[in-house]
């Protein structure tokens, strides 16, 4: 039986995540405002980091870069999906499919690093105050920054590469509102055994490393923290972990149980999909400026000083 390969098969079809036109109007309003806050918050966030002078320090610099990584993972598959949400023909190309799932890896590829630098910088910070500034030294964190965005890329190239590769069949639709690896393998009329072994010899380990290290962090992080005499010094060295802890939870909890679960495009697993895509990247700078004092503080002084312009 012949096979249809790319050259044949120039689209796929995204169900999406609902079929009625009322609900997916109501869907369509629901993610076009979570985008914008996205936006503007991780903009905002950039903007105040950079603008404000306290702010220039190790965890401020990483999480600056967090929120310019959060802006382009939404991006990648956000705009999409409104479109569909709005056209009755729900498809997107095959290169563009491929192009998604590039972009989607190598931004979530880059955070889940950026994730565990940033557990490792408070580490630092807390459990070792006196050789902070020796060990977070600028040419460090570039360092920490440019091997974030190498593990990323080199994940999603060769992920991708082998993509390529594979003959689709007559079945292409996608039971989910964007591509993800492991939809696209179901399409496959062509053996993806190689294409499953590598992506769980490089996502899998990639994911497991860095949750690791920041498991590790946080235990000696809570161990040094226990033995702070005093209350507020407790209370300051816990306040400067929890914004972070709760992003970890929220996007390594999502990300793992999607890719670890069977893909049949079940609503728990479209719920998972719309919490690490579209809701983590909205509530990462909320998490960051609502339980941050000095970012508080922050924005207070460049809105000062911007009405003060006017």
Known sequence: MALRNHSTITEFILLGLSSDPMIQTLLFVLFLGIYLLTVVGNLMMILVIRMDSHLHTPMYFFLSHLSFVDLCFSSVTVPKMLENLQSQKKTISVRGCLAQIFFTLFTGGTEVCLLSVMAYDRYAAICHPLLYGQVMTKQQCMKFLWGSWTLGFLDAFINVF????????????????????????????S??????????????????????????????????????????????????????????????????????????GSPLELIISVQYTVITPMLNPLIYSLNNKEVKAAVKRTVGKYLSFK
Do not use: Q, W
């Not at 069949?169 to 179901?186: G, M």
């Not at 816990?238 to 996007?251: Q, W």
């Open 162 to 189: 082998l993509a390529m590769k594979i003959d689709f069949c007559d079945i292409y639709i996608i039971p989910h509102f964007s591509c993800e690896l492991p939809s696209v393998f179901l399409l496959s009329c």
């Open 191 to 264: 053996d993806v055994t190689t294409n499953l072994i590598v992506m769980f010899c490089s996502l899998i380990p990639h994911g497991l490393a860095t949750s690791f290290s920041v498991l590790f962090s946080y235990v000696f992080i809570i161990f040094t923290i226990f033995n702070i005499t005093s209350t507020s010094g407790r209370s300051k060295a816990f306040s400067t972990c929890s914004s972070h802890l709760t992003a970890v939870i929220f996007f390594y909890g999502s990300a793992f149980l999607r890719y670890l679960m069977p893909t049949t």
